[in-house]
């Protein structure tokens, strides 16, 4: 595992933009799995910048997000697919049928976990995940629990997740109860995995993650046992690694 790390959100976003980069440079076809959340914002905009510049093609790029809410159509702006369209897809070249996410308006949800397994499978794997990181140490919405999760499955949130997330919703909009979530099996299969982390709200979650005990209560540990992982924090989010690293 390589741990960076560096200043601040602004330094963490270009050194995450420039890891997904080298892969879409390397391999143009590459399949990326992709996260919402805060966390990545500045990651996505300064691959449209490089986009912009003509330093990057997403033509042949193939994307797949770690979650949705269910019961939020794509088109509400706090769906995910909403937020990766506002946040990036729509400012790259990306192909529409390139662009996966789980169905949030699928409410079966065997069809719509099994849908997304089998696009995972299809997909010949995932080659770079990125990933944000949960107060309480979720990955995509892997919450803390007695086992790891393997495949997509739907997620009862825990309270402190609907209201960390609630800083996105409207007043008079209460955060979903639900939602589907890429499991820890399929997520430990990407070949490389970018965990990005900021802010002092973070710090704990950081340092159980990356040096704790493995255990499904802190679902990020399992990253320990990858052999591909980079994580980029930032001062704040590094403040109890800083002597472990
Ligand atoms: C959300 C998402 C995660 C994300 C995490 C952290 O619940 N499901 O994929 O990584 O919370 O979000 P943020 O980056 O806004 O702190």
Request: with cysteine.
């Amino acid at each position: 595992m390589k741990i960076y790390i560096v200043k601040d959100e602004k330094e963490l976003s270009r050194k995450a933009a420039n890891i997904i980069s080298a892969q879409v440079i390397m391999k143009p076809e590459a399949n990326l799995g992709l996260a919402t959340g805060t966390s990545p914002i500045g990651t996505y905009a300064q691959l449209i910048e490089w986009y912009n510049k003509g330093d990057l093609d997403f033509s042949e790029v193939r994307s797949y997000n770690l979650d949705e809410y269910v019961g939020l159509p794509a088109d509400h702006e706090q769906s995910y697919a909403w937020f990766m369209h506002h946040y990036l897809f729509d400012h790259v070249n990306i192909k529409p049928e390139n662009i996966h996410i789980p169905n949030g308006m699928e409410l079966d949800a065997e069809v719509a976990c099994t849908t997304y397994d089998r696009l995972l499978e299809e997909s010949g794997g995932i080659d770079l995940q990125l990933l944000g990181l949960g107060v309480n140490g979720h990955i995509g919405f892997n919450e803390p629990g007695d086992a790891f999760e393997k495949t997509t499955h739907k997620v009862k949130l825990t309270e402190s997740t609907r209201q960390a997330n609630a800083r996105l919703f409207k007043e008079d909009e209460s955060v979903p109860e639900y939602a589907y979530s890429m499991g820890i099996k399929s997520i430990m299969q990407a070949r490389k995995i970018l965990l990005i982390a900021n802010g002092e709200n973070k710090a704990e979650a950081v340092k159980k993650a990356l040096f704790g005990p493995v255990t499904p209560e802190v679902p990020a540990s399992i990253l320990q046992l990858h052999n591909q992982v980079t994580v980029i924090v930032d001062e704040a989010a590094g403040r109890l690694i800083k002597d472990l690293v």
